[in-house]
């Protein structure tokens, strides 16, 4: 195989890229944090949707629509389905419902109101309808049915007389059409029914509420915004108390006994930024809820009470205190962890309930990952030796990331913004730039030391060699390169008339390529100081330069017209316009060791990948990479050419793993990027050697220490041990005797005990048998009565079908008799079962009242036995319980017998449901006869109008058979008119085409001349061009005959000696002419000579054919008289045409109106 054909195939395959790591998180999104069932932490970053697995540190993403951004989040109970308001400036704001097991779009429905913004949204319970609240004025709540209908429901969600806003809503979790909405003074419960949305209860309120939601089916939390918790419960306050000093939630207490709980209680005296109550969330083991940076749980310790369980608090660090104000929680399916986002742009992960194990209540958030910025990156640089990064950030923080092991390595924060950083290619110094000056720092394990400090204001860019031995920053108009070694500045470049955008080293440093805002692009000789290239357009900035790698050298800038240029030898070799809306400025581009990967991102977040090398007439393939929503900052490649690094204005870094680079990469040394060293000050390593030899000391005394104790313990565990033996040897024997004499009394009580018993279970036994003969008489008598009544009950029923069955032909004359007999029987029925019932409850209440005194007779008994055998308390337990069991077998007899009462009662009640369907049966069959009667007025109604409209049509028919007559009379008189017209159109007709033809021939002869024409201006074209040829050739020959002459007088000098002479004039022919060349010159002159007569007789020819074409010019004008009035009779033509097809179609509207009054 050719190896030149393989290298094309390489380079012409297309770099794919995936995201291996991307830190970043909108916090202009609400509700950005979710826990799915796969306990991944579900969060938006810049375009797409993340999957975080931060057990597995893995993420997947969903990428959302193409200029599509999201404004809120919600989730299902279920966690299966996921709710998010999309915005499109095109098409509008959207709510696009995801499934979180495939990551595929199931439906997508419109916004409810086109301009409102969503204030809150939620799924119901059941996860088949959202409920959404709109912001002021737009103020509304809707209700969306993820049904086939997608029917949409309306309401208002505060009262006519309500002064203040609603700000949250929270859905029942067993009632799914139940809904409470509050905010400022507002309380409303709203029930979802077939008529719409309405208020069910309005409850009076005087606080502010921030957040709620439902503990149990009729429990409501509340949250307000002056720190309090209130419970609601029923639609009524019952509980009110401060948040942050709750600890113990009892829902059987109200309000006078907790007063009386917390009178024993200091109350603690926080301060609080911030005393809302926000993020209420209930989840099966409890509830939590959020107060600025501090999250309370609360987990159900029994069926009624709660109790504060854990205290979790994210910690201050480098951002201002107002943004760790807690925005969003969420809780995982296992009910473990605890996420919170707040106002700045950082996961937090905790222990939702601390074990018991553990006796810390108060713990404190963890970063979820890594600490990321929480504001817009500036700058970028990656390490040649080692795999690390440096990033600045707007929050005046540079970090330093190792993105093998995905951890921050290093935080420093400054008191000022940073602009730029730069690291060496040992990852031991870095150059961070500010506004008024240029620091030089070496990196510590955890510090970063200032070395040097330069005087370089307003640093665009800073690069160290490839070598890593020279340093350019480029700062307004001037390029200072440093020496690394000493820190020296060794020269500065100036030459640029505007601002130093970007610079870039060559592979042998010997070379710096500079861009400039001013349109200007200069490759500089780092020895000399010097220009070696120049390129300058006005109008453009040249934000991004770089170079290749390899020999010859070429120049790529990117610049803010949206286009990139390539640069040889001073000169635009090509240029590309990167495929966007608007031309799009470039912010950065970044090219691989082996020149043949290049990606470039602009102000829009698009990321291209332009497939190198370029096209030799110009363009190249892009293939865009959609994933930001802001500009993209800074673009670099690791060093082994693997991974691709972008940071963007969002703050979010991303880490890409490049696919499809086989032959793409540039080798490297495998060890280069294993480096491990890391600077340590002497002071600092003396300082950790002192401390050790000192630990080292302290171990081994107490070591000795530990060791003399143990001894110590020893023997005085052994005095105690024998002490103790003794002693309980003693108190052994002691038990013995006293277990000896209670067991004799305990015989000779328990058989007196024996035999009290039974004679108390005789006397008992009697009792409950002349209980139970008595009981089964009666229920014998009442089964009788049942039955009676039952067999009634039946006869009743099939009277009463078959009066039913009977009447339905004729119900329409005996419907006033069966309602009147039907309420006569009914009302027998209601007298009979209601004295059955009152028959039932006096007997059971003789019952209640026979159980209760045999109770209380029992009882007394047992108070007796209880008095007077104190101490033998055990063994009557066991009697009485063989009593108790006898009882028990009475109260399964009395259970099932309440059950066939109930059972009975449930026959009742099923006579009762038969008798309002029957009478349902009964309005049904009389609207239908309303309905019938209704529906005959109508037809006669309709059958009138018909016939009076059959009568308009008649009229109107007899109209028309008029009108048809005049039609065909005025047809008659039309056709005699075209007739004639007819014969002088097809004269006409003869006429235009002997025209055409005369025109035909006048344009040929036309064509003709516009041949000749561009013949002779071509002819005149190439003379032009011979004639500068030749002006530049006689140019050349008159300086060559003046060099000539002056070189004959020098020769002339030499007249006296001939052979010096002729020696002089040999060299004057070798130097200006040859034979050749003689020869050459007569035959280039004799053939221009011929050329030009060829070219003069050409030309008078054709002058003379144009003096002879000249008097035709009165048969064009002629030619042009025929064409005007050919021109005139075709517009008659058409004209007359289309009064021809009118009229044809009036007369077939006649023609069909004629039929249809015909065939009526």
């Known amino acids: ?132 609240l709109t912001k002021p004025p737009e103020e509304a709540l809707y209700m969306l049915m993820l ?160 109790e504060r369980k854990t205290i979790l608090t994210i910690p201050f660090g480098f951002a201002p205190e107002n943004t760790y104000q807690i925005t969003n929680i969420a809780i995982c399916a296992r009910q473990e962890t605890i996420i919170a986002t707040t106002k700045h742009a950082q996961i937090y992960v905790g222990i939702l309930i601390v074990p018991e194990t553990l006796k810390a209540k108060e713990l404190q958030f963890q970063p979820l990952g890594a600490w990321i910025h929480l504001s817009e990156i500036t700058s970028m640089s990656v390490c040649s030796w080692k795999p690390i990064i440096m990033t600045a950030s707007r929050d005046q923080t540079v970090r330093i990331w190792n993105y093998e092991t995905d951890k921050v390595e290093l935080v420093r924060k400054f008191q000022v913004d940073v602009n730029i950083v730069e690291l060496n290619s040992t990852g031991l110094m870095a150059a961070i730039g500010f506004s008024d000056q240029l620091r030089i720092t070496q990196i510590f394990m955890d510090e970063l030391n200032i070395v040097k400090t330069y005087n370089f204001p307003r640093c665009k860019d800073v690069k160290y060699s490839n070598y890593g031995h020279f340093m350019a920053a480029a700062y307004d108009n001037v390029i200072s390169i440093t020496s690394v070694y000493n820190l020296e500045i060794l020269k500065q470049l100036k030459g640029h008339n505007g601002t130093v955008l970007s610079i870039s080293w060559s592979a042998t440093d010997k070379y710096l390529i500079s861009g400039g805002a001013e349109g200007a692009i200069y490759q500089w000789d780092v020895e000399t ?65 082996s020149d043949l990967i290049m990606f470039v991102g602009n102000e829009d977040g698009d990321l291209f990948n332009i497939q190198l090398p370029f096209m030799d007439a110009g363009g190249a393939s892009c293939t865009l990479f959609r994933f930001f929503t802001s500009q993209i900052n800074k673009l670099f490649f690791s060093y082994d050419g693997t991974l691709l690094l972008t940071v963007s204005m969002n703050g979010t870094l991303a880490i890409w793993a490049m ?124 089964y009788q009565k049942f039955s009676n009544l039952r067999e009634s009950m039946l006869t009743l029923r099939e009277s009463y079908e078959n009066r039913l069955k009977t009447s339905a032909g004729i119900l329409q004359d005996t419907v006033e008799g069966l309602e009147t007999d039907y309420k006569r029987q009914l009302d027998e029925r209601k007298e009979l079962i209601r004295e059955l019932m009152k028959e039932m409850q006096d007997k059971k209440i003789e019952f209640f009242k026979y159980c209760r005194e045999v109770e209380e007779d029992n009882d007394r008994n047992m108070v007796d036995m209880q008095l007077q055998y104190e101490n033998k308390l055990n063994n009557e337990q066991n009697s009485t319980q063989l009593w108790r069991g006898k009882s028990g077998v009475l109260e399964k007899r009395y259970q099932t017998l309440s059950k066939e009462i109930e059972k009975l009662l449930e026959e009742v009640e099923t006579l009762k449901e038969e008798h309002n369907k029957s009478q349902k049966n009964i309005g049904r069959l009389t609207r239908s006869i309303e309905d019938l009667l209704k529906d005959i007025s109508d037809r006669d109604y309709a059958i009138n109008a018909k016939e009076k409209r059959i009568q308009e049509l008649l009229h109107k028919n007899q109209e028309l058979d008029k009108y048809k007559q005049v039609l065909s009379h005025k047809i008659a008189e039309l056709k005699a008119q075209i007739e004639p017209r007819e014969f002088q159109i097809n004269d006409k007709r003869k006429h235009i085409l002997e025209m055409e033809n005369e025109l035909q021939g006048l344009n040929q002869n036309n064509i003709q001349l516009e041949l000749q024409l561009k013949e002779l201006k071509d002819k005149y074209l190439s003379n032009v061009a011979e004639l500068k040829v030749e002006r530049h050739r006689s140019r050349a020959a008159r300086e060559c005959i003046t060099s000539i002459c002056s070189e004959i007088y020098h020769v002339a000098a030499h007249v006296d000696s001939p052979q010096r002479l002729v020696v002089k004039v040999k060299e004057l022919f070798r130097r200006h002419a040859s034979d050749d060349e003689l020869k050459r010159h007569i035959s280039l002159d004799a053939e221009v000579r011929d050329e030009f007569q060829r070219q003069r007789a050409q030309i008078e020819r054709v002058l003379k054919i144009n003096r002879n074409r000249r008097p035709m010019t009165d048969e064009v004008k002629r030619y042009q008289k025929l064409f005007k009035e050919n021109v005139v009779l075709l517009d008659e033509v058409d004209r007359l045409r289309e009064e021809n097809v009118h009229l044809r179609n009036r007369l077939k509207k006649d023609l069909a109106k004629h039929k249809l009054s015909g065939k009526s």
Request: aromatic share 8%.
């Open 659 to 782: 696919d499809n680079i086989e032959g793409k990469v540039a080798s490297m040394d495998a060890d280069l990027m294993r480096s491990q060293e890391v600077l340590i000050p002497r002071s600092i390593l003396h300082d950790k050697n002192e401390q050790i030899a000192n630990l080292e000391v302290r171990l081994r005394q107490q070591a000795e220490e530990f060791q003399y104790q143990l001894n110590q313990n020893e023997i005085f565990d052994g005095q105690q041990l024998a002490e103790v033996h003794r002693s309980y040897r003693q108190a052994l024997e002691e038990l013995k005797n006293k277990n000896n004499e209670t067991e004799q009394r305990h015989t000779e009580e328990m058989n007196q005990v024996n035999l009290q018993i039974n004679d108390l279970r005789d006397e008992h036994k009697k009792q409950l048998d002349n209980l139970a003969n008595q009981y089964s008489e009666r229920m014998l008598v009442e």
């Open 1 to 132: 195989m050719d190896p030149t054909g393989a290298a094309d195939a390489l380079t012409t395959s297309a770099v794919n890229i995936r995201p291996k790591n991307i830190y970043g998180l909108r916090t202009d999104v609400i509700g950005n944090i979710h826990f799915n069932l796969y306990q991944e932490v579900i969060y938006p970053v810049e375009g797409v949707l993340a999957f975080h697995d931060y057990v597995s540190n893995k993420q997947r993403f969903l990428r959302f629509p193409e200029d599509t951004f999201p404004e809120y989040i919600a989730m299902s109970v279920q966690r299966k389905l996921l709710a998010v308001i999309e915005t499109c400036p095109k098409v509008g704001s959207s709510i696009s419902i995801y499934d979180l097991a495939t990551l595929k779009k199931r439906r997508n429905l419109p916004f409810p109101h086109a301009t409102a913004k969503a204030s809150f949204m939620s799924f119901t319970a059941d996860g088949k309808t959202i409920v959404v």
């Open 529 to 593: 100081g010097s220009r070696v290239q120049e390129i300058v357009q006005k109008g453009t900035e040249y934000r991004s330069v770089c170079c290749t790698f390899c020999e010859p050298l070429s120049i790529y800038a990117a610049t803010n017209l949206g286009v990139l240029r390539e640069f040889q030898n001073s000169e635009i070799v090509r240029e590309i316009v990167v495929p966007s809306k608007v031309r799009t400025p470039l912010t950065d581009m970044c090219l691989a060791r």
């Open 147 to 306: 049904d086939k209908t997608g029917t949409v429901i309306e309401s208002r969600p505060t009262a006519s007389t309500a002064r203040g806003s609603v700000d949250c809503f929270a859905c029942n979790p067993q009632d799914n059409a139940l809904v409470v909405v509050a905010g400022d003074g507002i309380l409303l419960f709203m029930a979802k029914s077939e008529k719409g949305i309405n208020v069910s209860n309005n409850v009076k309120v005087d606080f502010y509420t921030t957040s709620m939601d439902f503990i149990a089916n009729d429990l409501l939390l509340i949250g307000t915004s002056q720190n309090e918790l209130i419970m609601v419960e029923n639609g009524e306050v019952k509980l009110r108390q401060r948040a942050h000093d709750a600890e113990l939630i009892d829902i059987l207490w109200d309000q006078d006994a907790l007063n009386k709980e917390l009178e024993h209680k200091t109350p603690t005296e926080l301060k609080l930024n911030d005393e809302r109550v926000v993020c209420m969330t209930a989840f099966q083991r409890g509830f939590a809820f959020a107060i600025f940076n501090r999250v309370f749980v609360f987990e159900r310790v029994s069926k009624f009470k709660l």
